[in-house]
């Protein structure tokens, strides 16, 4: 922002003759200026896309710095919005525009606990009348611009207590927004709203009636979708503007959750698919490249890299094995690392009792930051793999299902109750302050940030919070 203000403020000098006899004249005409300037270059920082689960690169991490540090349900809060019915899928944005997806029961929908707990499957399909919708809001204001109804009837496969018809995320490339709901299908919509194409998914059961929640992913022309199931998972590439099928490979796996990720390392372009049987990296053909075994029974978080390595986790909370890799590229075949050891020729570390359940792992000024469910954080070395800090209590909340932010020198953890616990970036665990939201703002969904704006959703509603303008 600096330099682009001095930028402009020169080129205006340069482009003015600023002899002695005629400084104040243009001196006035050089400040006329400036609240262009200001415009042009704060649009030009403000105007951060949020296009997918956890943002660019599926890293949670803003550079912008104005973003809020501090909110209530009144403070710094720019807008909030109802939103009906329930979805659990994170926002995305893109330009200024906000976009959801929810499902609306005609019926009664039993209302989800809180925390860790046994007794959630709902073997059950409901027999009522549901509506799959996407919504898209204004980011200045928080106005609903438009409300598109997708599909109208009853539900074809069962879902946990905890989840939701719409936990997908969507993804957008800034022309068409993709809106994933599992059994259900996939739509392509334009920013107007209107569906530009659809594609059919076959209905598979999920284990213990779970359902789904793995979003898609987009890679230049191709659409990229996991559907892991106890029947018949796959991989499935389709081009993004016919959503005509490219490939679709056949995956030896049981039910699992992870998004796939897009990894774009030095030696060429992977899609890395965790999996709780293997996890399994392909080429952009769908063709096996490499595998390990060794994650825990249940695999949810999302995959991610930095600085040359990849980071994958899987750490269902009643296993023994939590393992959290560090894995690096050029791998081919096999790359299992035995119990007994820690690393290999392509993983560069592991730590067998390290990886949450739910969220997935942060890296921010070279740490990697470990969020418990259960409410505990911690912090690694990412290179090595070393403890920088072990865990470490957060207070107010019975758990933690989204994932972690950062930005501006501080940690953010949104847990269930609707509270944000502050945590300073750093070698030592240093808590500041605790954001809380309402008592019916139950926090299951990952944020999205844009320029000055967080975006948070909750059961209810969606919050921009953002400071006042200067």
């Known amino acids: 922002m600096r330099w682009l203000k001095a930028s402009a403020f020169v080129l205006c000098l340069s482009a003015t003759s600023l002899s002695f006899n005629n400084l104040t004249a ?11 300037l200001l ?46 019915g329930r979805g659990w899928s994170s926002p995305i944005v893109w330009g200024d525009r906000v976009f959801v997806t929810t499902v609306l029961n005609q019926g009664e929908t039993e209302a989800p606990r809180k925390g860790l707990y046994f007794g959630g499957n709902r073997l059950e399909i409901p027999d009522t009348i549901h509506e799959w919708k996407t919504l898209c809001l204004d980011l200045k204001t928080g106005t609903i611009l438009w409300e598109k109804n997708l599909h109208k009837g009853k539900p074809k496969s069962s879902i946990h207590l905890k989840n939701s018809y719409a936990s997908e995320t969507p993804v957008t490339d800034g022309n068409l927004v993709y809106c994933s709901f599992g059994n259900q ?45 106890e029947e018949d998972s796959y991989l499935l590439a389709l081009d993004k503007k016919t959503g005509k099928k490219i490939w679709r490979t056949s995956r030896d796996e049981k039910s699992n959750w992870s998004n796939p990720y897009i990894w774009q390392n030095k030696m060429r372009t992977e899609i890395i698919v965790p999996g709780s049987g293997r996890t399994r990296s392909y080429d952009l053909q769908g063709k096996e490249l490499w595998s390990f075994k060794g994650m825990s029974s249940i695999t949810i978080a999302t995959p991610y890299s930095h600085d040359g390595l990849l980071y994958l986790s899987s750490g269902y909370v009643g296993d023994v ?76 909340s019975t758990g933690f299902t989204a994932s972690p932010w950062a ?41 999205a940030i844009a320029g000055r704006s967080l975006i948070i959703r909750t059961s209810a509603r969606v919050y921009c919070v953002r400071k006042p303008a200067k």
């Open 185 to 229: 299908g996939l739509y392509a919509l334009n920013f107007e709203g209107e569906v530009i194409w659809s594609h059919d998914y076959p209905v598979h059961k999920t284990r213990y009636g779970w359902g789904t929640s793995s979003s898609p992913v987009i890679h230049e022309n191709r659409l990229y979708l996991v559907n892991d199931n």
């Open 321 to 396: 094995s939590r393992p959290l890799y560090a894995i690096r590229p050029g791998a081919s075949g096999d790359i299992s690392v035995s119990k007994k050891e820690t690393s290999n020729d392509f993983v560069a570390w592991s730590r067998w009792k390290a990886a949450p359940y739910n969220p997935s792992t942060l890296i921010y000024r070279d740490q990697l930051y470990v969020l418990l469910d259960r409410g505990y954080l911690s912090s690694i070395h990412p290179k090595t793999g070393e403890e920088i800090y072990g865990k470490q209590k957060l207070p107010g």
């Open 39 to 84: 415009g042009f270059t704060t649009s030009l920082c403000g105007q951060e896309n949020w296009p997918m689960f956890r943002g660019p690169a599926a890293r949670g991490v803003s550079g912008n710095s104005d973003l809020p540090e501090i909110w209530s349900t009144t403070k710094n809060i720019a807008w909030k919005t109802d939103i009906p």
């Open 26 to 36: 243009n001196l006035v005409r050089i400040l006329s200026f400036l609240p262009l």
């Open 407 to 447: 930005y501006q020198g501080k940690i953010f953890c949104f847990n269930e109750d609707g509270g944000t616990n502050v945590i300073k970036a750093g070698k030592e665990f240093s808590l500041l302050h605790t954001n809380q939201l309402g008592d019916d703002d139950m926090g299951m969904a990952t944020p």
